[in-house]
């Protein structure tokens, strides 16, 4: 791949990121400035929830892509053919799918 593409395109994300952290810091400061407890409250709550939602939905993908990784290593299959693209793949959404199974489970 050319580097002259990935560095503005890597520059680009991290631009968009840090632009996305300072506007949700700003809307955090601004809420706490302006609501009550209770409000700040249940906010902290509802990202604590959210935080824990995607540490799981990462932490299934993570074990999805392992699994589909070890698949591929055991039929010994080439690096960049078809099958394993397919695989793994197949293995984060499974671990997806699984993650919002378990996430509405446990709201339940």
Known sequence: MDK??????????????AF????DARLRYLLL???????????LAGEQRLRQAETLRGG???LGLAAGLALVAAFDWAPL???TFAVLLGGVGL??????W??????H
């Open 4 to 17: 002259h593409i990935v560095v503005p395109a890597l520059l680009f994300l991290c631009v968009t990121y």
């Open 33 to 43: 400035r302006a609501e009550s407890a209770e409000t700040v409250s249940a906010l």
């Open 95 to 100: 671990a997806q799918v699984a993650s919002h």
């Open 81 to 83: 053919s078809a099958a």
């Open 20 to 23: 996305k952290l300072l506007i």
């Open 102 to 107: 378990l996430l509405g489970a446990l709201r």
């Open 60 to 62: 299934l993908s993570m």
